[in-house]
Protein backbone atom coordinates (compact mmCIF):
# COMPACT_ATOMS: atom_id res chain seq x y z
CA UNK A 1 0.00 0.00 0.00
CA UNK A 2 0.82 3.27 -1.13
CA UNK A 3 0.65 7.33 -0.26
CA UNK A 4 1.81 9.48 -3.24
CA UNK A 5 1.98 12.88 -2.97
CA UNK A 6 2.08 15.29 -6.15
CA UNK A 7 3.68 19.18 -5.36
CA UNK A 8 2.54 22.33 -7.11
CA UNK A 9 4.47 21.85 -10.49
CA UNK A 10 3.32 18.58 -11.16
CA UNK A 11 -0.41 19.63 -11.03
CA UNK A 12 0.26 23.03 -12.58
CA UNK A 13 -1.76 22.34 -15.72
CA UNK A 14 -3.90 19.78 -17.59
CA UNK A 15 -0.93 18.31 -19.08
CA UNK A 16 0.74 17.70 -15.76
CA UNK A 17 -2.58 16.26 -14.17
CA UNK A 18 -2.90 13.71 -17.02
CA UNK A 19 0.94 12.24 -16.02
CA UNK A 20 -0.81 12.09 -12.55
CA UNK A 21 -3.52 10.40 -13.97
CA UNK A 22 -1.41 7.65 -15.70
CA UNK A 23 0.92 7.66 -12.57
CA UNK A 24 -2.13 6.72 -10.10
CA UNK A 25 -3.73 4.26 -12.90
CA UNK A 26 -0.47 2.40 -13.20
CA UNK A 27 -0.31 1.01 -9.71
CA UNK A 28 -3.30 -0.26 -7.57
CA UNK A 29 -1.29 0.00 -4.71
CA UNK A 30 -0.86 3.78 -4.92
CA UNK A 31 -4.69 4.56 -2.86
CA UNK A 32 -4.08 8.19 -1.12
CA UNK A 33 -2.79 10.68 -3.22
CA UNK A 34 -2.34 13.81 -1.34
CA UNK A 35 -2.15 17.15 -3.42
CA UNK A 36 -0.68 20.71 -3.72
CA UNK A 37 -2.28 23.64 -4.73
CA UNK A 38 -1.41 24.18 -8.69
CA UNK A 39 1.54 25.76 -9.05
CA UNK A 40 3.44 27.56 -11.98
CA UNK A 41 3.03 26.62 -15.65
CA UNK A 42 5.58 28.61 -16.91
CA UNK A 43 8.60 31.12 -15.27
CA UNK A 44 6.37 34.03 -15.81
CA UNK A 45 2.84 32.33 -14.42
CA UNK A 46 1.46 33.23 -10.69
CA UNK A 47 0.99 30.26 -8.60
CA UNK A 48 -2.63 29.20 -6.83
CA UNK A 49 -1.26 30.19 -3.22
CA UNK A 50 0.45 33.52 -4.45
CA UNK A 51 -3.12 34.48 -5.63
CA UNK A 52 -4.66 33.24 -2.66
CA UNK A 53 -2.17 35.65 -0.38
CA UNK A 54 -2.99 38.71 -3.06
CA UNK A 55 -6.49 37.90 -2.43
CA UNK A 56 -6.48 37.92 1.49
CA UNK A 57 -4.45 40.93 1.67
CA UNK A 58 -6.93 43.26 -0.75
CA UNK A 59 -9.93 41.60 1.72
CA UNK A 60 -8.33 42.44 4.64
CA UNK A 61 -7.46 45.98 3.44
CA UNK A 62 -11.24 46.67 2.48
CA UNK A 63 -9.87 46.92 -1.41
CA UNK A 64 -12.62 45.31 -4.32
CA UNK A 65 -11.68 41.30 -4.26
CA UNK A 66 -13.66 40.35 -7.74
CA UNK A 67 -10.55 40.39 -9.39
CA UNK A 68 -8.94 38.11 -7.34
CA UNK A 69 -11.85 35.85 -6.70
CA UNK A 70 -12.19 35.37 -10.95
CA UNK A 71 -8.39 34.87 -11.64
CA UNK A 72 -8.57 31.78 -8.84
CA UNK A 73 -11.49 30.59 -10.26
CA UNK A 74 -10.74 30.61 -13.49
CA UNK A 75 -7.47 29.21 -12.94
CA UNK A 76 -9.34 25.61 -11.57
CA UNK A 77 -11.82 26.32 -14.69
CA UNK A 78 -9.07 26.07 -17.28
CA UNK A 79 -7.42 22.97 -16.11
CA UNK A 80 -11.29 21.11 -16.50
CA UNK A 81 -11.52 23.30 -19.65
CA UNK A 82 -8.25 21.54 -21.26
CA UNK A 83 -8.78 18.23 -19.67
CA UNK A 84 -12.47 18.45 -21.64
CA UNK A 85 -14.83 16.78 -19.02
CA UNK A 86 -18.32 18.54 -17.63
CA UNK A 87 -17.13 19.44 -14.29
CA UNK A 88 -19.75 19.43 -11.38
CA UNK A 89 -17.46 20.29 -8.50
CA UNK A 90 -16.50 23.58 -10.36
CA UNK A 91 -19.89 25.20 -8.81
CA UNK A 92 -18.74 23.94 -5.51
CA UNK A 93 -14.96 25.45 -6.23
CA UNK A 94 -16.23 29.00 -7.23
CA UNK A 95 -18.66 28.76 -3.88
CA UNK A 96 -15.48 27.79 -1.82
CA UNK A 97 -13.89 30.30 -3.11
CA UNK A 98 -16.03 33.39 -3.18
CA UNK A 99 -17.09 32.52 0.72
CA UNK A 100 -13.35 33.66 1.80
CA UNK A 101 -14.87 37.15 1.40
CA UNK A 102 -17.46 36.60 3.62
CA UNK A 103 -15.06 35.35 7.19
CA UNK A 104 -14.85 37.62 9.74
CA UNK A 105 -11.07 39.52 10.12
CA UNK A 106 -10.96 41.24 13.12
CA UNK A 107 -9.99 38.44 16.11
CA UNK A 108 -9.62 36.00 13.43
CA UNK A 109 -6.29 34.51 13.92
CA UNK A 110 -7.21 31.71 11.55
CA UNK A 111 -8.35 33.77 8.24
CA UNK A 112 -4.68 33.42 7.08
CA UNK A 113 -4.44 30.33 7.36
CA UNK A 114 -8.00 29.50 5.99
CA UNK A 115 -7.29 31.39 2.61
CA UNK A 116 -3.73 29.79 1.74
CA UNK A 117 -5.83 26.04 2.73
CA UNK A 118 -8.41 27.08 0.08
CA UNK A 119 -5.45 26.07 -2.97
CA UNK A 120 -4.96 22.38 -1.62
CA UNK A 121 -8.55 22.07 -0.47
CA UNK A 122 -9.71 22.40 -3.74
CA UNK A 123 -7.53 21.15 -5.80
CA UNK A 124 -8.48 18.32 -4.17
CA UNK A 125 -11.97 18.24 -4.65
CA UNK A 126 -11.20 18.87 -9.19
CA UNK A 127 -8.72 15.81 -9.13
CA UNK A 128 -10.95 13.18 -7.26
CA UNK A 129 -13.63 14.38 -9.70
CA UNK A 130 -11.16 14.02 -12.51
CA UNK A 131 -9.49 10.32 -11.31
CA UNK A 132 -13.37 9.68 -11.38
CA UNK A 133 -14.29 10.50 -15.23
CA UNK A 134 -10.91 8.51 -15.97
CA UNK A 135 -12.44 5.10 -14.40
CA UNK A 136 -10.62 5.76 -11.06
CA UNK A 137 -13.22 4.83 -8.15
CA UNK A 138 -11.30 8.26 -5.97
CA UNK A 139 -12.79 10.03 -3.34
CA UNK A 140 -11.86 13.53 -1.68
CA UNK A 141 -11.45 13.75 1.55
CA UNK A 142 -11.16 16.86 3.21
CA UNK A 143 -8.69 16.85 6.50
CA UNK A 144 -11.27 16.84 9.27
CA UNK A 145 -12.71 13.58 8.29
CA UNK A 146 -9.24 12.48 7.52
CA UNK A 147 -8.52 12.89 11.62
CA UNK A 148 -5.54 15.11 10.34
CA UNK A 149 -5.92 17.15 13.67
CA UNK A 150 -3.53 19.69 14.51
CA UNK A 151 -2.35 22.18 17.19
CA UNK A 152 -3.88 25.77 17.10
CA UNK A 153 -0.27 27.07 16.12
CA UNK A 154 -1.30 29.49 12.86
CA UNK A 155 1.35 28.70 10.40
CA UNK A 156 3.44 26.48 12.13
CA UNK A 157 0.50 23.39 12.94
CA UNK A 158 1.82 20.11 15.06
CA UNK A 159 -0.23 16.92 14.46
CA UNK A 160 -1.68 15.57 17.35
CA UNK A 161 -0.73 12.00 18.19
CA UNK A 162 -4.02 11.49 18.82
CA UNK A 163 -4.50 12.02 14.83
CA UNK A 164 -3.21 8.37 14.21
CA UNK A 165 -5.63 6.46 15.58
CA UNK A 166 -8.21 7.91 13.45
CA UNK A 167 -6.38 7.92 10.44
CA UNK A 168 -5.11 4.30 10.34
CA UNK A 169 -9.27 4.09 10.11
CA UNK A 170 -8.59 4.71 6.16
CA UNK A 171 -6.91 1.48 5.67
CA UNK A 172 -10.23 0.12 5.15
CA UNK A 173 -11.12 2.29 2.28
CA UNK A 174 -11.43 0.46 -1.21
CA UNK A 175 -11.84 3.92 -3.23
CA UNK A 176 -8.36 6.00 -3.75
CA UNK A 177 -8.46 8.63 -0.99
CA UNK A 178 -7.44 12.18 -2.52
CA UNK A 179 -6.28 14.48 0.63
CA UNK A 180 -5.37 17.92 0.45
CA UNK A 181 -1.80 19.10 1.74
CA UNK A 182 -0.50 21.28 3.55
CA UNK A 183 -2.79 22.08 6.49
CA UNK A 184 -5.18 20.09 9.14
CA UNK A 185 -8.17 21.34 11.42
CA UNK A 186 -7.87 22.63 15.09
CA UNK A 187 -9.93 20.79 17.77
CA UNK A 188 -11.90 23.74 17.35
CA UNK A 189 -12.45 23.75 13.86
CA UNK A 190 -10.38 25.85 12.63
CA UNK A 191 -7.69 25.55 9.31
CA UNK A 192 -4.58 25.39 10.19
CA UNK A 193 -1.73 25.10 7.90
CA UNK A 194 1.88 23.54 8.41
CA UNK A 195 5.00 25.35 7.96
CA UNK A 196 6.59 25.22 4.84
CA UNK A 197 6.75 22.99 2.25
CA UNK A 198 3.57 21.64 4.39
CA UNK A 199 2.38 19.07 1.65
CA UNK A 200 5.13 17.06 2.39
CA UNK A 201 4.45 16.86 5.67
CA UNK A 202 0.87 16.26 5.27
CA UNK A 203 2.20 13.08 3.02
CA UNK A 204 4.31 12.00 5.24
CA UNK A 205 1.72 12.43 7.90
CA UNK A 206 -0.94 10.25 6.16
CA UNK A 207 1.47 7.79 5.06
CA UNK A 208 2.73 6.87 9.27
CA UNK A 209 -0.84 7.21 9.89
CA UNK A 210 -2.25 4.22 7.60
CA UNK A 211 1.20 2.49 8.10
CA UNK A 212 2.19 2.53 4.12
CA UNK A 213 4.19 0.53 2.91
CA UNK A 214 6.16 3.26 0.82
CA UNK A 215 5.47 7.08 0.73
CA UNK A 216 5.77 7.99 -2.72
CA UNK A 217 7.19 12.01 -3.25
CA UNK A 218 6.27 13.06 -6.96
CA UNK A 219 7.98 16.39 -7.70
CA UNK A 220 9.85 17.80 -10.64
CA UNK A 221 13.68 16.07 -10.54
CA UNK A 222 14.62 12.49 -10.52
CA UNK A 223 15.46 12.42 -6.95
CA UNK A 224 18.32 13.64 -4.81
CA UNK A 225 21.77 14.77 -6.39
CA UNK A 226 25.02 14.76 -4.46
CA UNK A 227 25.29 18.41 -4.72
CA UNK A 228 23.16 20.69 -6.27
CA UNK A 229 22.59 21.51 -9.95
CA UNK A 230 22.74 24.88 -10.31
CA UNK A 231 26.43 24.98 -8.80
CA UNK A 232 27.95 21.53 -9.51
CA UNK A 233 27.47 20.73 -13.54
CA UNK A 234 24.80 17.11 -13.79
CA UNK A 235 26.15 16.21 -9.92
CA UNK A 236 26.23 12.31 -9.24
CA UNK A 237 22.34 11.06 -8.67
CA UNK A 238 22.34 9.34 -5.08
CA UNK A 239 19.90 6.11 -5.37
CA UNK A 240 19.76 5.41 -1.45
CA UNK A 241 19.81 7.69 1.48
CA UNK A 242 19.33 6.89 5.60
CA UNK A 243 16.83 9.20 6.58
CA UNK A 244 19.36 10.94 8.84
CA UNK A 245 21.13 11.91 5.91
CA UNK A 246 18.47 13.35 4.11
CA UNK A 247 17.35 15.24 7.32
CA UNK A 248 21.01 16.98 7.51
CA UNK A 249 21.14 17.65 3.53
CA UNK A 250 17.39 19.38 4.14
CA UNK A 251 18.70 21.26 6.37
CA UNK A 252 21.76 22.61 5.00
CA UNK A 253 19.78 23.43 1.89
CA UNK A 254 18.47 20.59 -0.22
CA UNK A 255 14.84 22.34 -1.40
CA UNK A 256 13.62 18.83 -3.07
CA UNK A 257 11.92 18.21 0.62
CA UNK A 258 11.04 19.97 3.47
CA UNK A 259 12.87 18.64 6.80
CA UNK A 260 10.57 18.69 8.44
CA UNK A 261 8.33 16.07 6.64
CA UNK A 262 10.64 13.25 7.38
CA UNK A 263 9.54 13.07 10.68
CA UNK A 264 6.24 11.18 10.60
CA UNK A 265 7.64 8.54 8.27
CA UNK A 266 11.07 8.20 10.33
CA UNK A 267 9.22 7.83 13.24
CA UNK A 268 6.22 5.22 10.96
CA UNK A 269 9.51 3.19 9.54
CA UNK A 270 7.84 4.13 6.59
CA UNK A 271 10.37 4.02 3.66
CA UNK A 272 10.35 7.20 1.26
CA UNK A 273 11.08 7.55 -2.59
CA UNK A 274 11.30 10.86 -4.29
CA UNK A 275 10.30 10.60 -7.90
CA UNK A 276 9.68 12.68 -11.18
CA UNK A 277 6.14 13.11 -12.45
CA UNK A 278 7.70 14.04 -15.99
CA UNK A 279 9.75 10.98 -15.90
CA UNK A 280 7.90 8.27 -13.37
CA UNK A 281 10.14 5.38 -15.01
CA UNK A 282 13.46 6.64 -13.15
CA UNK A 283 13.87 4.82 -9.74
CA UNK A 284 14.39 8.03 -7.62
CA UNK A 285 15.71 8.15 -4.23
CA UNK A 286 14.99 6.13 -1.73
CA UNK A 287 15.00 7.49 2.08
CA UNK A 288 15.33 4.48 4.44
CA UNK A 289 16.10 4.01 7.82
CA UNK A 290 19.59 2.09 7.16
CA UNK A 291 21.68 1.48 4.18
CA UNK A 292 21.26 -2.03 2.77
CA UNK A 293 24.48 -2.34 1.56
CA UNK A 294 27.79 -0.89 1.30
CA UNK A 295 28.21 2.87 0.73
CA UNK A 296 30.27 5.98 -0.19
CA UNK A 297 31.60 7.78 2.96
CA UNK A 298 30.43 11.23 1.50
CA UNK A 299 26.34 10.59 -0.43
CA UNK A 300 26.08 14.55 -0.45
CA UNK A 301 27.28 17.95 -0.29
CA UNK A 302 24.79 21.09 0.56
CA UNK A 303 25.12 24.16 1.20
CA UNK A 304 22.80 27.43 2.71
CA UNK A 305 23.45 31.08 3.25
CA UNK A 306 22.30 33.67 5.61
CA UNK A 307 23.80 32.49 8.85
CA UNK A 308 25.01 35.09 11.88
CA UNK A 309 27.57 34.46 13.91
CA UNK A 310 27.87 35.98 17.81
CA UNK A 311 30.78 35.54 18.49
CA UNK A 312 32.81 36.32 21.91
CA UNK A 313 35.73 35.51 24.07
CA UNK A 314 35.78 35.56 27.84
CA UNK A 315 39.30 34.88 29.68
CA UNK A 316 38.52 31.42 31.67
CA UNK A 317 35.21 30.87 30.29
CA UNK A 318 35.38 27.59 30.56
CA UNK A 319 35.83 27.60 34.92
CA UNK A 320 32.74 29.84 34.92
CA UNK A 321 29.91 27.60 36.31
CA UNK A 322 26.97 27.99 34.35
CA UNK A 323 28.28 30.15 31.37
CA UNK A 324 26.63 28.50 28.71
CA UNK A 325 23.22 28.83 30.21
CA UNK A 326 23.37 32.45 30.81
CA UNK A 327 24.71 33.40 27.14
CA UNK A 328 21.85 31.17 26.06
CA UNK A 329 19.11 32.67 28.20
CA UNK A 330 19.18 36.00 26.62
CA UNK A 331 18.62 34.01 23.54
CA UNK A 332 15.40 32.64 25.25
CA UNK A 333 14.29 35.99 26.43
CA UNK A 334 14.10 37.61 22.96
CA UNK A 335 12.84 34.17 21.66
CA UNK A 336 15.85 33.27 19.11
CA UNK A 337 16.78 29.88 17.74
CA UNK A 338 19.78 28.98 17.64
CA UNK A 339 21.48 26.50 14.78
CA UNK A 340 25.02 25.38 16.32
CA UNK A 341 27.25 26.06 18.64
CA UNK A 342 31.22 26.11 18.21
CA UNK A 343 33.76 26.34 20.92
CA UNK A 344 36.68 27.02 22.26
CA UNK A 345 38.05 26.89 26.19
CA UNK A 346 37.59 30.82 26.24
CA UNK A 347 36.07 31.32 23.33
CA UNK A 348 32.50 30.97 22.13
CA UNK A 349 30.33 31.55 19.24
CA UNK A 350 26.49 30.89 18.19
CA UNK A 351 25.59 30.56 14.89
CA UNK A 352 21.92 31.54 14.36
CA UNK A 353 19.93 32.18 11.09
CA UNK A 354 19.65 36.01 10.23
CA UNK A 355 15.85 36.30 10.20
CA UNK A 356 16.28 35.72 13.77
CA UNK A 357 18.17 39.13 14.19
CA UNK A 358 17.24 42.73 14.03
CA UNK A 359 19.33 45.42 14.73
CA UNK A 360 17.51 46.07 18.55
CA UNK A 361 17.94 42.10 18.76
CA UNK A 362 21.83 42.91 18.16
CA UNK A 363 21.99 45.85 20.42
CA UNK A 364 20.53 43.49 23.61
CA UNK A 365 22.41 40.64 23.28
CA UNK A 366 26.15 42.77 22.85
CA UNK A 367 24.95 44.88 25.75
CA UNK A 368 23.89 41.65 28.15
CA UNK A 369 27.25 40.04 27.25
CA UNK A 370 29.39 42.74 27.88
CA UNK A 371 27.68 44.24 30.78
CA UNK A 372 25.87 41.22 32.69
CA UNK A 373 28.34 38.57 31.79
CA UNK A 374 31.54 40.74 31.55
CA UNK A 375 32.98 38.60 28.20
CA UNK A 376 36.26 40.39 26.90
CA UNK A 377 35.17 40.82 23.28
CA UNK A 378 31.82 40.15 21.52
CA UNK A 379 31.46 40.67 17.73
CA UNK A 380 28.50 39.87 15.51
CA UNK A 381 29.32 38.25 11.89
CA UNK A 382 26.88 38.45 9.21
CA UNK A 383 27.13 37.35 5.53
CA UNK A 384 28.22 33.34 6.51
CA UNK A 385 27.29 30.62 4.84
CA UNK A 386 27.10 26.72 6.46
CA UNK A 387 28.33 23.96 4.23
CA UNK A 388 27.53 20.06 5.10
CA UNK A 389 29.10 16.91 3.72
CA UNK A 390 26.86 14.15 5.09
CA UNK A 391 27.13 10.70 5.27
CA UNK A 392 26.55 7.92 8.27
CA UNK A 393 29.78 5.77 6.46
CA UNK A 394 32.15 8.85 7.39
CA UNK A 395 32.77 7.60 10.69
CA UNK A 396 34.52 4.00 9.36
CA UNK A 397 36.74 6.16 7.07
CA UNK A 398 39.89 7.80 8.19
CA UNK A 399 40.66 11.41 6.39
CA UNK A 400 37.05 12.33 5.50
CA UNK A 401 37.25 15.65 6.67
CA UNK A 402 40.90 16.25 5.77
CA UNK A 403 40.15 15.65 2.71
CA UNK A 404 37.52 18.70 2.60
CA UNK A 405 39.86 21.07 4.21
CA UNK A 406 42.40 20.22 1.99
CA UNK A 407 39.92 21.27 -1.30
CA UNK A 408 39.43 24.51 0.78
CA UNK A 409 42.78 24.99 1.16
CA UNK A 410 43.62 24.51 -2.69
CA UNK A 411 40.77 26.80 -3.68
CA UNK A 412 42.18 29.04 -1.28
CA UNK A 413 38.65 29.29 0.67
CA UNK A 414 39.26 30.25 3.98
CA UNK A 415 37.71 27.95 7.13
CA UNK A 416 35.59 30.47 9.72
CA UNK A 417 34.44 27.56 11.98
CA UNK A 418 34.46 23.88 11.58
CA UNK A 419 31.91 21.32 13.79
CA UNK A 420 31.14 17.98 13.95
CA UNK A 421 28.28 15.92 15.93
CA UNK A 422 28.78 12.95 17.98
CA UNK A 423 26.79 11.00 15.34
CA UNK A 424 29.32 11.91 12.84
CA UNK A 425 26.55 11.98 10.15
CA UNK A 426 28.14 14.97 8.97
CA UNK A 427 30.94 17.79 9.65
CA UNK A 428 29.69 21.43 8.78
CA UNK A 429 32.09 24.14 7.88
CA UNK A 430 31.43 27.69 8.24
CA UNK A 431 32.94 30.10 4.99
CA UNK A 432 31.97 33.55 3.98
CA UNK A 433 28.49 33.73 1.80
CA UNK A 434 30.72 35.17 -1.35
CA UNK A 435 32.80 31.39 -1.23
CA UNK A 436 29.72 29.08 -0.96
CA UNK A 437 29.25 27.83 -4.85
CA UNK A 438 33.74 27.33 -5.18
CA UNK A 439 33.76 25.56 -1.84
CA UNK A 440 30.22 23.34 -2.81
CA UNK A 441 32.19 23.01 -6.51
CA UNK A 442 36.07 22.26 -4.67
CA UNK A 443 34.25 19.48 -2.04
CA UNK A 444 32.07 17.64 -4.82
CA UNK A 445 35.25 17.29 -6.93
CA UNK A 446 37.42 16.38 -4.05
CA UNK A 447 35.07 13.32 -3.12
CA UNK A 448 33.40 12.34 -6.49
CA UNK A 449 35.63 14.02 -9.27
CA UNK A 450 36.68 15.99 -11.89
CA UNK A 451 34.34 15.03 -14.91
CA UNK A 452 30.66 16.23 -14.10
CA UNK A 453 32.20 19.51 -11.53
CA UNK A 454 33.18 21.88 -14.56
CA UNK A 455 30.30 23.88 -15.45
Request: hydrophobic share 40%.
Amino acid sequence: MKVIKFGGSSLASATQLEKVLNIVKSDSQRRFVVVSAPGKRSPEDTKVTDALIRYYRHYTEGDDVKADQEWIINRYQAMVDELGFKSAVMAKITEAITSLATLPIENNSFLYDTFLAAGEDNNAKLIAEYFRHNGIDARYVHPREAGIIVSSEPGNARILPSSYDKLEELRDSEEVLVIPGFFGVTVDNQICTFSRGGSDISGSIVAAGVKADLYENFTDVDGIFAAHPGVVHRPHSIPELTYKEMRELAYAGFSVLHDEALLPAYRGKVPLVIKNTNNPDHPGTKVILEHSGATVPVVGIAGDDKFVSINMTKYLMNREVGFGRKVLQILEDLNIRWEHIPSGIDDLSIIVRERELTPIKEQEIISYLTRELGVDDVEIEHGLSILMIVGENMKNHIGVTATAARALSDNHINLEMISQGSSEVSVMFVIKTEQEKAAIKAIYHAFFGEENASN
